[in-house]
């Protein structure tokens, strides 16, 4: 038989037939009883897989009480998560837990992991996660890390060991890297002098708050010069192979990271010129003209970095475009709900606790105004 996916227990059988395989039940000894499911196409047997497994979340036989380590739970929970969620996110889980989870937790009975343990292991890791000891994770790989042992406790149904929820984990924000207006006119100046496809994308990032990610996957198809909008709808970043034990990578396009994040944006008028000039075969992707070729997250990522050298603007992420965009439509008076959806929020709250970001410009402004209205 030969495997159809990576990461997925589903093969092409010798006679045709796909074949997929799923977690019944556990034996005595804790191994896994699997079962399965057959199908004349991969849509269809990957279809029976799922309904199979949502219909088993919790398969009979395995221990579920004190007695059961930690590893073993851990283990029963990431392998129920892997046809719930997207490759990219069951690889996240599966490396915070055999890089950070498993080491110190793995053998403890769930049981017998209590709150104080738990406060210990996460100030810990603040202080000295990092696999060199040379220093600790940042706070949100901890509430990642801790967000993922809470999950295993709940689906081994273990409770009243531990409060979570009273656990917190706090540190210094890095600042985000904002583009002074200055900064901003002369990356812009830069792009349009000579601009060529990955440089328009820069541009459309800019000024659009798209990430770099959308921006990759973004297809000429997606860009309606006549309506003058944009619609994202699609996502790449480069992950690890689900099960290539992390020694391999590839690049993968998915749907964007919530339902939220699909959306259609209206492009500024400058640029829509600049879009008929470069706008190829629909299905042509925007940063290099072709269908099957691309320029992936960390290509634009370093093409960036060299477009600021060259600009003369201190070094920045490709991120700080987004916190730009931001930025400047607040100092612009953006109605923020509009913003919010723009940048693919579910909540304006997450546009002004993360993104929004006042320059020094902005506040000798307003305190100007305040001067000057006599009080």
Not at 148 to 160: D, L, N, R, T
Not at 166 to 186: A, C, F, H, P, Y
Request: proline share 4%.
């Amino acid at each position: 038989m030969k495997m159809a996916r990576t990461g997925e227990n589903i093969y092409r059988r010798k006679d045709g037939r796909w074949e997929g395989r799923y977690i019944a039940s556990y034996g005595p000894d804790g191994k896994a009883k699997h079962r399965s499911v057959y199908a004349g196409t991969y849509a269809e047997v990957k279809k029976k897989v799922r309904e199979a497994a949502v219909s088993q979340p919790f398969p009979a036989g395995r221990k579920k009480k004190a007695d059961q380590s930690f590893g073993d739970a851990a283990a029963y929970w990431l392998d129920s998560t892997r046809l719930r969620v997207k490759e990219s996110t069951y690889v996240r889980y599966r490396n915070l837990i055999s890089t950070h989870i498993l080491p110190r937790l793995g053998s403890y009975p769930i049981g017998r992991i209590d709150h104080e343990m738990m406060e210990s292991y996460a100030a810990a890791l603040l202080a000295c996660g990092r696999l060199d000891r040379q220093g600790g994770l940042s706070p949100k790989t901890v509430r990642d890390i801790m967000t993922v042992i809470k999950s295993v406790f709940a689906y081994a149904e273990v409770s009243g060991s531990c409060d979570f929820d009273r656990i917190r984990i706090k540190g210094d924000e890095k600042d985000m890297r904002v583009l002074t207006r200055q900064e901003q006119k002369r990356l812009k100046d830069f792009l349009l002098a000579g601009t060529d496809p990955p440089k328009f994308g820069v541009l459309l990032s800019l000024y659009t708050g798209i990430r770099i990610g959308e921006l990759c996957a973004l297809r000429w198809e997606d860009l309606d010069i006549a309506a003058g909008t944009l619609r994202v709808r699609s996502t790449m970043q480069r992950i690890q192979a689900a099960d290539a034990g992390g020694r391999k990578t590839k690049v993968t396009t998915t749907s964007p990271k919530s339902r939220c994040s699909i959306r259609k944006i209206p492009v500024p008028g400058f640029l829509l010129p600049l879009a008929e000039s470069f706008r190829v075969d629909p299905e042509a992707f925007v940063l290099t003209g072709e269908r099957d070729t691309f320029a992936e997250p960390r290509t634009m990522q370093n093409r960036f970095k060299s477009y600021m050298r060259q600009a003369g603007i201190a070094d920045a992420n490709f991120h700080a475009l987004r916190h730009t965009f931001s930025t400047r439509c607040v100092e612009l008076g953006f109605e923020l709900k509009s913003l919010s959806e723009i940048l693919g929020h579910a909540d304006v709250k997450i546009t002004l606790g993360r993104y929004v970001h006042p320059s020094f410009d902005l506040k000798r402004e307003n305190m100007q105004k305040l001067a000057a209205a006599g009080f």
